[in-house]
């Protein structure tokens, strides 16, 4: 061989391994037989788990196969892995929070937020009036109930329809599709909505909702009803992995720094009750919905998804948080597994 190919070969290989090195990632690499692997071996450990339940405060959720079951991952650079059900479609529900919330610091800035809203979790239900009460409709987070329609009410527009159509276009570029609300689900919601409409009169008491509290509340439900497959949802999180452009229609959807800004609110409030145990046990950003769907971000490497409606007490998918803390571990990318130097 040549001495200067081998030698620029030499250096190639020396530069590779100062990368690895320095970036931690003696792990597991992400490549394409290792990722598929860790979807296989999850799909298969669970895909005959039983337990759990649809949500039925939402009677049309009740109705939803439970047996639905898919996973998606999509790396930051646009490659998509799949397993099982890629095509059924459930309603997004709480997930949407967290896009809402982007375009909100997108608009207005990291410090708005937390003076309008605030991003301290409350440690109470996902749907309480209490933890408005408790602190007089301050110090609420956007990724429960009563911060989630007050941040809706937040969204630029000098009416309903016109904050619907921002709404509705920043869901669809996370996505990279256009979605479209599931009407059963929406009507279902609308019907029995009562208590996030209480929530929006108490909040709007207390000055902190900044549009009408009923539109606003109707708002917040046809955001929750978008219809959502699992490739949309890993494309949402990997769009959030990849410093704000979706991967795969290369578009720029929000900054690094509304990305920046987000995360930390999906690590402490993404999985109602169980935030806390979720990110002791997996190290990563997630928002979960009580339609089945959850979603998990590694910053900088993927998005990855998964729908399975039955749910945990706390009304996240019980699949889900198996399935994604079994590739984290599979994968070693966990953020806190720090390689000693």
């Known amino acids: ?56 405060y939402i009677k049309e959720l009740a109705n939803v196969d439970p047996n639905i079951f898919g996973i998606a991952l999509v790396t930051a650079d646009g490659a998509v892995y799949t397993k099982g059900d890629i095509t059924s479609m459930v309603s997004i529900q709480s997930i949407s929070k967290v896009f809402t919330m982007a ?31 408790m602190h007089k409709g301050d110090k609420i987070n956007p990724l429960v109930n009563p911060g989630a ?24 570029d996370f996505a990279g599709r256009q979605l479209s609300i599931n009407r059963p689900v929406y009507i279902s919601e609308a019907s029995d909505n009562l208590r996030n409409q209480a ?23 046809k955001q929750c009803a978008l219809n959502v497959n699992v490739k949309d949802l890993a494309i949402m999180a990997a769009t959030l992995a990849n410093g704000g452009v979706n991967p795969v229609t290369k578009n720029k959807v929000v900054s690094q720094t509304t990305v920046m800004y987000t995360l930390p609110v999906m690590a402490t409030a993404g999985l109602y009750d169980n935030s806390g145990i979720w990110l002791f046990n997996s190290g990563l950003p997630a928002k979960s919905g009580v339609g089945g769907g959850m979603l998990a971000i590694c910053p900088g490497k993927f998005g990855i998804a998964v729908i399975s409606p039955p749910l945990d ?12 803390q079994y590739v984290v571990e599979k994968l070693k990318v966990n953020p806190y597994w720090i390689e000693p130097k």
């Open 103 to 133: 375009k909100v610091i997108e608009q207005e800035g990291s410090q708005f937020l937390q003076d309008k809203i605030g991003v301290n979790a409350t440690g109470l239900p996902f749907n309480s009036i209490v933890a408005v009460e």
């Open 1 to 56: 061989m040549p001495f200067f190919k081998m030698n620029k070969q030499l250096i190639f290989a020396g530069l590779m391994i100062a990368f690895i090195i320095n970036h931690g990632y003696s792990q597991t690499i992400l490549n394409k037989q290792n990722i598929e692997n860790a979807l296989n071996d999850a799909f298969n450990k669970f895909k005959d788990l039983k337990e759990g339940k649809n949500a039925d």
């Open 199 to 221: 929530i929006a009169h108490l909040l709007l008491a207390y000055n902190r909702i900044y549009f009408d509290p009923v539109q606003a509340t109707d708002l917040y439900t």
């Open 313 to 324: 007490e706390s009304g996240n998918s019980l699949k889900a948080q198996k399935v994604i």
């Open 149 to 172: 329609i007050a941040t809706t009410s937040l969204i630029r527009g000098n009416d309903s329809i016109a904050k619907w159509k921002e709404i509705q276009k920043i869901q669809s």
